[in-house]
Each structure stands twice: as structure tokens, then as C-alpha cells.
């Protein structure tokens, strides 16, 4: 008997010593004073499923031109780059953008498991209820601020800003200035 009795405090105590993940919601998250995120333990979870109406293939057309945005929903993703070290529930995609047939832009090659530099990724503000987020414009060389806003469950607002200093041009080259940007920047897009 006291064998066994030893058997479960050991294996308990073996239990309760192992790593516990801090979830936090991550709509809440801009109540916490700090949150530590380099210490592998912290979980920036979509608790309330805030981006599942976002998740999909959308298409925008006018005339001759045309875009489709691929959104998915990375759960859990692991931030483990320069001093971050945490996970967190995330929305990135791609877009692919046509005039006349032809791909004028198209992002669909982006490593989606990168932790930074891909094309497309969105986040929750804190100050507001609209997924905001960037894009990289690679043909014009600039990084556009959007918010997105579900109309329905078939239509979403695209309203896009071009950051004032949003230039992401490599120093090995010359730089090129451009005006304004490849694609639309107020958009509204229907889910397929």
C-alpha cells in the first residue's frame, strides 16, 4: 500500500512540476500591464473565435480588374524569433491581384508559417472592434495598413492606407519611388 501511495505523490508531484501555458484571450490582452512574451509559456488565444468569419477565399472584381484574398486562421502559432519566444491564434493569407487576366500581384507563394515578413497578417487593435492589418505591396514596395470589416457573412469591407514611410526596399538596391499603390485600396469583397 505504501508503495503505491508513493507512486501517485511521485507522479503528481512529476505533474505539477511540468511548464503551464498562460492562456490569455487575446481580446483582453490590452488589459494585462505586461505579458511576457519570451519565455515559451504565454498563448495569445482567439478564445471568442473573433477571426473565423474572416477565414476564407473573397473575391473583389470592377471591370477589368480583379483580386482574391485567401484569409486562414494559424492556431497556436509559435513566435520563436530574435527575443520573442510565445505563442498566439493568428490570421495571415495571400492575395493574388489581376487586370485584364493578367497577375499584375500575387503573394500566393508566402511561407505562412514565417513568423514575420509575410504579405498578409491581421490583428485585433486594442481600441477597436476591426481586424486591422498589413500588407506588403511588392510591386509598389510599400506596406498598406488595412482594416477589415464583416458587412455580412458574405461581405467584407477592405479599406486600406499607405504607410507614410513604408518602404521595405533591400539597401543592396537603388531605390525607386512609387506612387500609389498595385491594387484598390477601399474594397468590398464577397466570400466564395
Same mark, same amino acid.
Given at each position: 500500500?505504501?508503495?503505491?501511495? +508513493?507512486?501517485?505523490?511521485?507522479?503528481?508531484?512529476?505533474?505539477?512540476?511540468?511548464?503551464?501555458?498562460?492562456?490569455?484571450?487575446?481580446?483582453?490582452?490590452?488589459? =494585462?500591464?505586461?505579458?511576457?512574451?519570451?519565455?515559451?509559456?504565454? =498563448?495569445?488565444?482567439?478564445?471568442?473565435?473573433? #477571426?473565423?468569419?474572416?477565414? %476564407?477565399?473573397? *473575391?473583389?472584381?470592377?471591370?477589368? /480588374?480583379?483580386?482574391?484574398?485567401?484569409?486562414?486562421?494559424?492556431?497556436?502559432?509559435?513566435?520563436?524569433?530574435?527575443?520573442?519566444?510565445?505563442?498566439?491564434?493568428?490570421?495571415?493569407? =495571400? =492575395?493574388?491581384?489581376?487586370?485584364? %487576366?493578367?497577375?499584375?500581384?500575387?503573394?500566393?507563394?508566402?511561407?505562412?508559417?514565417?513568423? +514575420? %515578413? @509575410?504579405?498578409?497578417?491581421?490583428?485585433?487593435?486594442?481600441?477597436?472592434?476591426?481586424?486591422? %492589418?498589413?500588407?506588403?505591396?511588392? /510591386?509598389?514596395?510599400?506596406? @498598406?495598413?488595412?482594416?477589415?470589416? @464583416?458587412?455580412?457573412?458574405?461581405?467584407?469591407?477592405?479599406?486600406? *492606407?499607405?504607410?507614410?514611410?513604408?518602404?521595405?526596399?533591400?539597401?543592396?538596391?537603388?531605390?525607386?519611388? #512609387?506612387?500609389?499603390?498595385? +491594387?484598390?485600396?477601399?474594397?468590398? +469583397?464577397?466570400?466564395?
Amino acid at each position: 500500500m505504501n508503495k503505491i501511495f +508513493f507512486l501517485l505523490l511521485l507522479i503528481s508531484m512529476f505533474l505539477s512540476c511540468k511548464s503551464q501555458t498562460n492562456v490569455i484571450n487575446f481580446v483582453d490582452r490590452c488589459s =494585462y500591464n505586461s505579458i511576457n512574451t519570451s519565455d515559451g509559456n504565454t =498563448y495569445l488565444k482567439d478564445v471568442n473565435n473573433i #477571426y473565423t468569419p474572416y477565414v %476564407g477565399t473573397w *473575391k473583389w472584381s470592377y471591370g477589368n /480588374k480583379e483580386m482574391t484574398l485567401v484569409l486562414i486562421k494559424q492556431t497556436k502559432h509559435h513566435y520563436n524569433e530574435r527575443t520573442f519566444n510565445y505563442f498566439e491564434d493568428r490570421l495571415v493569407g =495571400y =492575395y493574388i491581384y489581376k487586370e485584364n %487576366g493578367a497577375v499584375i500581384a500575387d503573394t500566393s507563394g508566402d511561407n505562412l508559417q514565417k513568423d +514575420f %515578413g @509575410i504579405a498578409v497578417s491581421f490583428d485585433i487593435s486594442c481600441d477597436s472592434t476591426v481586424d486591422t %492589418g498589413f500588407f506588403v505591396d511588392r /510591386k509598389k514596395e510599400k506596406i @498598406i495598413t488595412v482594416g477589415l470589416e @464583416i458587412l455580412s457573412p458574405t461581405q467584407m469591407k477592405f479599406r486600406g *492606407k499607405i504607410d507614410q514611410h513604408s518602404s521595405y526596399v533591400s539597401p543592396k538596391r537603388p531605390r525607386t519611388l #512609387y506612387t500609389g499603390s498595385t +491594387f484598390p485600396l477601399d474594397m468590398v +469583397f464577397t466570400k466564395q
